[in-house]
């Protein structure tokens, strides 16, 4: 999935990596020890099929197809150059620091990164078509892509018509939509789908909000105030390029009441094509009638730039940062930095109660072009006491040294617009009760103590 017009990302693929890029550290690359010549069949296709051809084939997104030896060749030099500055696949956050393990971790190992930049070196060699791992059947782009784990949505809710001209400046689409629930119902999973292929192309993000009165419900609902956000109306799902949806953690969840309403908000740009009608599509999978999860998950933007306050002076890099207190025990579910074109890098930082600081996430090569959640995995996903302040940090490059930067004699703010700027991430937030949050601790801590 990519983000940007065709011109811009076909422009970007072919530029000549700056010699800031990121390069793979430590010398893998020298320590591997060729015994046979690395070939595409045996060696690269089957790395192409795990990590690439998801979005590099045909009727995807990606501008070229990655299925066969004739369409791979003559973009191996490019190949090589993106892998090794650890630019494609999308993967961008540090190896190095913070939490290590994810759910949908889609980079690439040394090892291979390894072999594909030995297999260019080596003259880019077929191999036998006996060697080729058998096809990947893809699922089709414009079905639900969580329909395979859950089936059908239990609700679809969609956004009302809306046609984007072929040129012109970006719109911003807001509709409210009725859900049509009649009873209280817990959420487990939410994907937003933009309609394939112009919805695609032409939707650069999407925000829904639920709209909806809670006057009166006790437990776990309470815990929505903690989002910051009033309790009739809070960010529900969020999407953009690099993200399906969310799958909520076992025993938690969104609570939608009856009555409950959709504040869509659909960023459209113009790709050179009229698009009529685009409709976007949520789908929302259901816990079933009865069940109450233990927590409740809300959606929360932390913004590193206090009141979303940001001066980029030209030709100049910055830094900005903000802090926020947890009122509540919590686990953190995700990492999802969301910046411009300036955007450099952005962490994710907790301050403990106790003093204690630890560094949970950074990315340290952030690409403007894809905005990528970093899902924790079960067993890493931080578990924060109550007081815990959390602190997000952004760095910003408005110099002739960003090759992204479209003007680096231009003062840059906060803006929606993509030559303006943000920064701030987009973080589930699930709140527990003390007495579960006690629980989750110490079975970590049970299970640390019996790993060697």
């Known amino acids: 999935m990519w983000h940007g017009t065709w011109f811009t990302i076909l422009a970007g693929i072919v530029a000549v990596l700056p010699p800031s890029a990121p390069r793979p550290t430590g010398s893998f690359l020298a320590k591997k020890q060729i015994t046979d010549t690395v070939?595409?069949?045996?060696?690269?296709?089957?790395?192409?099929?795990?990590?690439?051809?998801?979005?590099h084939r045909p009727g995807s997104i990606a501008p070229m197809s990655l299925m066969t030896y004739e369409e791979v060749k003559p973009f191996a030099l490019l190949l090589k150059l993106r892998v090794q500055s650890r630019v494609m696949p999308p993967w961008h956050i540090d190896r190095a620091v913070g939490i290590r393990d994810f759910k949908n971790d889609r980079s690439l190992t040394d090892q291979q990164i390894a072999t594909i930049v030995n297999w260019v070196d080596a003259g880019a060699p077929r191999g036998s078509p006996k060697d080729l791992p058998p096809p990947v059947t893809w699922p089709d782009p414009a079905a639900w892509q969580m329909g395979e784990q859950f089936g059908e949505p239990d609700l679809v809710v969609r956004s009302k018509p809306y046609t984007v001209q072929a040129t012109g400046q970006d719109k911003w689409w807001r509709p409210l939509v009725e859900t049509g629930l009649t009873e209280p119902r817990w959420v487990r999973a939410i994907e937003i789908k933009p309609s394939f292929p112009g919805g695609r192309k032409a939707v650069h993000h999407v925000l829904t909000l639920l709209e909806q009165h809670e006057e009166g419900v006790t437990g776990l609902a309470e815990s929505a105030a903690h989002s910051g956000a009033p309790m009739s109306a809070g960010l529900f799902m969020e999407w953009a390029v690099g993200k399906t949806g969310e799958v909520f953690p076992e025993n938690a969840g969104k609570l939608i009441l009856p009555g409950a309403k959709i504040r869509w908000e659909v960023h459209y740009y113009a790709v050179g094509e009229k698009i009529t009608d685009d409709v976007v599509e949520m789908g929302i999978w259901l816990y079933p009638k009865g069940v109450v999860p233990?927590?409740?998950?809300?959606?929360?933007m932390f913004n590193a730039a206090p009141g979303s306050h940001l001066d980029i002076a030209p030709g100049q890099a910055s830094m900005t940062q903000n802090f926020y207190v947890l009122p509540?025990?919590?686990?953190?579910?995700?990492?999802q930095p969301h910046m411009h074109m300036r955007g450099k890098a952005m962490s994710m930082e907790a301050v403990y109660p106790d003093g204690k600081r630890e560094l949970l996430s950074m990315v340290s090569n952030f690409q403007w072009r894809w905005h990528v959640n970093y899902i924790f995995a079960d067993g890493a996903a931080p578990l924060?006491?109550?007081g815990t302040m959390l602190v997000f940090t952004a760095w910003h490059d408005n110099t002739k040294a960003n090759p992204n930067n479209p003007d680096p004699e231009q003062w840059v703010g906060w803006g929606d617009r993509t030559v303006d700027e943000m920064a701030h991430a987009w973080v589930d937030v699930t709140y527990l009760e003390q007495a579960e949050f006690d629980r989750l601790v110490a079975e970590r801590k049970a299970k640390r103590a019996t790993q060697p």
């Open 384 to 386: 924060m006491p109550k």
């Open 39 to 55: 070939t595409f069949s045996r060696d690269v296709a089957p790395i192409l099929q795990q990590k690439c051809q998801a979005c």
């Open 294 to 300: 233990k927590s409740r998950t809300i959606l929360r």
């Open 328 to 335: 509540a025990p919590a686990r953190l579910e995700n990492f």
